[in-house]
C-alpha cells in the first residue's frame, strides 16, 4: 500500500493467559466502543457504524475505548491520516489496561508538514514504566509487515506486558513532544484535524466476564489453543522485520541515550 495514500493498516498485540473467550467480529464501532473523553461531536460514528472520524480543534479531541478486554490476539485497522499540515497531531491504535499501572502498546502516528513523511512512534509500558521507544519513518506499506517485537523474558526477571486490554483509538494535541521534540507546534490555522478509522477486526480471546458488545459474554473456555497464543514470526517475517529496522528506524531506546539516559534495560542485551 501506498505511503502517498496516507492510509495504514497494523495489528496490534499478542497477550498470554488462560480461561478466555474466543471472539472474531468486525467493523461495528457504534456497537462495540464508547467515548472516553471528548464528545460525539469529536467522535462521530457513521451511520451503520463502519466508520469513525475522529476530530482535533482547539476545544478538544477524542478518546474511544473498546467495551471488551483481551488477553491477547490479532487486531486490524485502516487508519486514513490527517491530511494536509499536520505537525504536533497525535493520532492512535494501541491496547491498554485499565488504571494507572497500565500495561500498554503505543502505536502513535505524529503529523507532520504535508511534504514530509509521518512518523510511527511506538512503547511498550508495563505495569506504569514505559521509556521502551522507537520510531519509524513509514515505508512503503505497513500490511502484514512487522515493525516491532516485545519478547517475553520473564524467565529473565524482565516484565513482560500480560495485563487485560482495552483497544483504544484516540486523535489528540502532541505537540509539547510530537514534532521536533515539541519545537513545532500546531498550526490551528489548519483546523479541524480529522483522522478515519474503518475495517477494524479482532480475532482475540476476551477476559471471561469481560464484555465486547455492551453485555457480558457468559463464556468461559480456554483459549491457549488459538494460533495467536503462541505466535512466532516464520523466516519471512523476520527477514521483513530487519529490513524495516535497516532501513526505516529512526529512534531505538536500545541504541539512543537520550531516549534511555540511565542506561538502557536489560532486554536490550538479549537476542
Request: glycine share 8%; proline share 4%.
Amino acid at each position: 500500500m501506498g505511503a502517498t495514500s496516507k492510509t495504514i493498516q497494523l495489528f496490534a498485540f499478542l497477550l498470554f493467559s488462560l480461561s478466555l473467550v474466543h471472539l472474531a467480529y468486525g467493523n461495528n464501532f457504534s456497537a462495540q466502543f464508547e467515548i472516553a473523553w471528548g464528545d460525539s461531536e469529536h467522535a462521530k460514528v457513521s451511520d451503520d457504524g463502519s466508520v469513525l472520524p475522529l476530530t482535533l480543534d482547539q476545544s478538544s479531541g477524542a478518546r474511544l475505548q473498546s467495551h471488551g478486554m483481551y488477553q491477547y490476539g490479532r487486531f486490524d485497522m485502516l487508519i486514513k491520516l490527517v491530511p494536509r499540515n499536520s505537525q504536533g497531531t497525535v493520532t492512535t491504535f494501541y491496547p491498554s489496561s485499565d488504571g494507572s499501572d497500565q500495561d500498554e502498546i503505543d502505536f502513535e502516528f505524529l503529523g507532520n508538514y504535508a511534504d514530509k513523511e509521518y512518523v510511527l512512534h511506538t512503547n511498550v509500558w508495563t505495569r506504569g514504566t514505559g521509556h521502551r521507544e522507537q520510531q519509524f519513518r513509514l515505508c512503503w506499506y505497513v500490511d502484514d509487515t512487522p515493525v516491532r517485537v516485545f519478547k517475553n523474558y520473564t524467565a529473565e526477571g524482565i516484565q513482560y506486558p500480560y495485563l487485560p486490554m482495552r483497544t483504544l483509538v484516540s486523535i489528540w494535541n502532541g505537540d509539547s513532544w510530537a514534532t521536533d521534540n515539541g519545537m513545532t507546534k500546531i498550526d490551528w490555522t489548519q483546523a479541524p484535524f480529522t483522522s478515519l478509522y474503518t475495517n477494524y477486526t479482532a480475532s482475540a480471546c476476551i477476559v471471561a466476564n469481560s464484555t465486547a458488545n455492551g453485555s457480558g459474554s457468559g463464556w468461559t473456555p480456554d483459549c491457549s489453543t488459538n494460533t495467536w497464543f503462541n505466535k512466532t514470526l516464520n523466516s519471512d517475517e523476520m527477514k521483513n522485520l530487519t529490513w524495516v529496522h535497516d532501513n526505516y528506524i529512526i529512534a531505538n531506546y536500545c541504541t539512543d541515550t537520550y531516549l534511555s539516559p540511565n542506561g538502557f534495560p536489560p532486554e536490550c542485551y538479549l537476542s
